[in-house]
T-cell receptor, first 113, second 109 residues
Framework: SAVISQKPSRDICQRGTSLTIQCQVD?????MFWYRQQPGQSLTLIAT?????????ESGFVIDKFPISRPNLTFSTLTVSNMSPEDSSIYLC??????????FGQGTRLTVV | DAKTTQPNSMESNEEEPVHLPCNHS???????IHWYRQLPSQGPEYVIH???SNVNNRMASLAIAEDRKSSTLILHRATLRDAAVYYC??????????FGQGTILTVHP
């Protein structure tokens, strides 16, 4: 199994600013993903974080709004840029090794005011 | 992307079995069927997954229909700690999961 730590666990931000969320895994993993969970809703995949290259974004999500980095096999960041109240959500990091189940972090609860 | 469909909510009594259904009407031939659950203020927790055959682990059993268009998560004896939102995402072999709305399970003492 893998333990995933996300920082910060929660934040309140002013509109127009940016927040970078960190995801640290305690072991080397093959794949890392970022999800968004809007209030009272299910999880939606934002992108696959690729090591050493540009992330692969899902429909409706763009790099300018959600830049993602993954410099090595255990660490990734998601930035929420130029925030608006509609970006208030829980952001979750997920990771897995080959032929294992996906593990999730506890999430970052973001409120934009 | 295909999304699964589940009942919005279900209720059970403690120590009774619970059968949580999920429809996978547009699942591809290579996608796995997963089950996760999420407690308040926590990330989803893995429960079980399978491709075609029924699966058992220490937490639950997974029954997959022969045509793979539906699956059922079986909790053999529900406890109060099993109260959560249960999701049945479909997923690729490399971990990309597509979530539906989930079922809120309430367990009564």
């Amino acid at each position: 199994s893998a333990v995933i730590s996300q920082k910060p666990s929660r934040d309140i931000c002013q509109r127009g600013t940016s927040l970078t969320i960190q995801c640290q895994v305690d072991s080397q993993v093959t794949m890392m993903f970022w999800y968004r969970q809007q209030p009272g809703q299910s999880l939606t995949l934002i992108a696959t974080a690729n090591q050493g290259s540009e992330a692969t974004y899902e429909s409706g999500f763009v790099i300018d709004k959600f830049p993602i980095s993954r410099p090595n096999l255990t660490f990734s960041t998601l930035t929420v840029s130029n925030m608006s109240p509609e970006d208030s959500s829980i952001y979750l990091c997920s990771a897995l090794m080959v032929n294992t189940e996906a593990f999730f972090g506890q999430g970052t609860r973001l409120t934009v005011v | 992307d295909a999304k699964t469909t589940q009942p919005n909510s279900m209720e059970s009594n403690e120590e009774e079995p619970v059968h949580l259904p999920c429809n996978h009407s547009t699942i591809s031939g290579t996608d796995y069927i997963h089950w996760y659950r999420q407690l308040p203020s926590q990330g989803p927790e893995y429960v079980i997954h399978g491709l075609t055959s029924n699966v058992n682990n220490r937490m639950a059993s997974l029954a997959i229909a022969e045509d793979r268009k539906s699956s059922t998560l079986i909790l053999h004896r529900a406890t109060l700690r099993d109260a959560a939102v249960y999701y049945c995402p479909e997923g690729t072999s490399y971990g990309k999961l597509t979530f539906g709305q989930g079922t809120i399970l309430t367990v009564h003492p």
